[in-house]
């Protein structure tokens, strides 16, 4: 379970909104982002898709697992 909730942050939040710097998550521990021209980073994963809104969130998907 700490590893799914690792990837969760307690908030909705848009890809418009992502800005540099440290997110935390659910579990207590932080997530790093970094925003550039080539995209989005979550600590060593890179951000593939964008704003899949749901009824409890919003989703953004990453190419790899995020370890905490």
Do not use: E
Not at 5 to 15: E, Q, S
Not at 21 to 39: F, H, R
């Amino acid at each position: 379970m700490a590893v799914l909730t690792y990837h969760v942050v307690p908030a909705k939040v848009l890809a418009a909104d992502v800005k540099s710097g440290p997110a935390p998550t659910v579990n207590g521990k932080t997530l790093t982002l970094k925003v550039d021209a080539d995209g989005v980073m979550v600590n060593n994963a890179k951000v593939i898709a964008t704003d899949l809104v749901g009824s409890n969130g919003v989703i953004h998907v990453v190419d790899t697992v995020i370890l905490p």
